[in-house]
């Protein structure tokens, strides 16, 4: 019978002889420790939360949902002696009259609205000396009272001379205000920083407005006000001492 077996190429190594079992096994365990630690890197963190996790925390909730439900229970005291009655608190909001002279109601709406002017004329409406001007002792608050709405309503640019001082710098306008505020604030630094005695009425704002509306929009310069504005609004004067209710500012009869 003949040989099956091929024939030995001489120029070729067989490749078991040639094969470095030591050096294969090298690898091989290399390979190995190599996926054992991209296996516990990938798993670090992804593992599945244990069931007792979820419980601890289920019994933390309900603990805590029940020390809060009997809150009132649980740390109650009672440091009063006997027969202690508690006095009915009374806030800033309960207090002060609900009707009054419509001087004093329109003086106190105007402070508030003030407010937003304050961070320049300053508190006392004393200005800074320097860049904004005063409303205490100012021919343009106390003087007539249409040139002053046209400032408050369109701002004002260009120099303006106060108390002796001039001031060039801009105002912005505080439009948009209803009649309303702006009688208020108009009659707040007449009062508060001058004491002019005198209000203006929510029907004199009202033409202020009006002439307002009719106007370019744009900033107001002192030659305009003295050219167009320089008078008194128009409309029906109020006696400062005439009772209104607060929140209406229409006449309210006396408590």
């Not at 006095?87 to 508030?112: M, N, Q, W, Y």
């Not at 800074?128 to 309503?153: C, K, M, Y």
């Not at 948009?176 to 702006?182: G, M, Q």
Request: hydrophobic share 35%; charged share 20%; aromatic share 6%.
């Amino acid at each position: 019978m003949a040989d099956s077996r091929q024939p030995v190429d001489p120029r070729r190594p067989d490749l078991e002889d040639s094969t470095n079992v030591v050096k294969e096994h090298s690898n091989l365990l290399e390979t190995s420790a190599a996926q054992a630690r991209e296996k516990r890197i990938a798993e670090t963190g992804m593992e599945p939360i244990s069931l007792w996790v979820f419980l601890a925390s289920a019994i933390v909730l309900l603990v805590g949902g029940g020390v809060l439900g009997a809150g009132g229970k649980l740390f109650s005291y009672n440091p009063h002696p006997q027969d202690y009655t508690r006095p009915e608190f009374a806030s800033d909001a309960d207090t002060g009259p609900t009707i009054g002279p419509v001087l004093e109601a329109l003086t106190k709406r105007g402070k508030s609205i003030y407010a937003k002017c304050s961070g320049c004329h300053g508190s006392t409406g004393s200005g800074d000396g320097n860049q904004f001007p005063p409303l205490t002792g100012s021919d343009w608050v106390t003087g007539n009272t249409e040139r002053l709405a046209q400032i408050i309503l369109n701002g004002l640019s260009g120099p303006i001379n106060v108390a002796g001082k001039t001031y060039n710098g801009i105002m912005p306008p505080q439009a948009p205000l209803n009649a309303a505020e702006l009688a208020a604030v108009m009659t707040f630094i007449r009062n508060e920083f001058n004491d002019v005695g005198e209000i203006v009425s929510i029907e004199q704002a009202a033409s202020a407005i009006e002439i307002y509306q009719a106007r370019t929009p744009g900033l107001i310069t002192v030659k305009e006000l003295n050219a167009n504005h320089d008078k008194m609004l128009e409309g029906e004067a109020l006696d400062p001492a005439t009772i209104v209710d607060f929140e209406t500012l229409k006449p309210a009869a006396p408590e």
